[in-house]
């Protein structure tokens, strides 16, 4: 099972996306306080959709907490100052992967602190990231992918249901 670890999120629409990646994963979401919103926020609701009672959801006043609770824990450090990319790790079939707030990051002191365990996703040179919830989205299904995506669905299978008349399968 994977953990998603989000400190000091900032921005409503993304904490809900990643609660969507998290329902479809079956990972665990973390939000590390202070939060940039209200978890009623309906911003926040809309992104997860009916997604939300599918989501185990942990809200903890620092991130010292979520390092207290989970100690024995293998815990990745997203950033773009990383020595590494998140391909690059064996990830256990448990892990933290840990994210910062949108507008800085994880702090400069944690990453210190860390730093063989920290992982960035490749990007071209004069990018500065990538959107908070893409991220999460990238990393987690590596994790997952490693482990052959065990406890998941493998296929899908077409529903039956017809297009509108004169929708684009009509040109197919």
Known sequence: MLHIVLIEPEIP???GNIART??????????????GYKLEDKYLKRAGLDYW??????VH????????RYRDASF???STKAPQS????????EAFLVFGRESRGLSEDLLRRVYDRCIRIPMVEGARSLNLSNSVAIVAYEALRQHDF????DRGA?????EEPGAWSDYL
């Open 53 to 58: 009672p599918l989501v185990k959801i942990h």
């Open 22 to 35: 998290c329902a479809a994963t079956g990972s665990e979401l973390h939000l590390v306080e202070p939060l």
């Open 76 to 78: 990745y450090y997203a």
């Open 150 to 153: 065990r406890g998941m669905l």
């Open 86 to 93: 998140y391909a690059q790790v064996r990830y256990p079939e």
């Open 13 to 15: 629409q993304n904490t």
């Open 61 to 68: 006043k620092d991130f010292g907490e979520v390092l207290e």
């Open 158 to 162: 077409l529903t039956g249901r017809d």
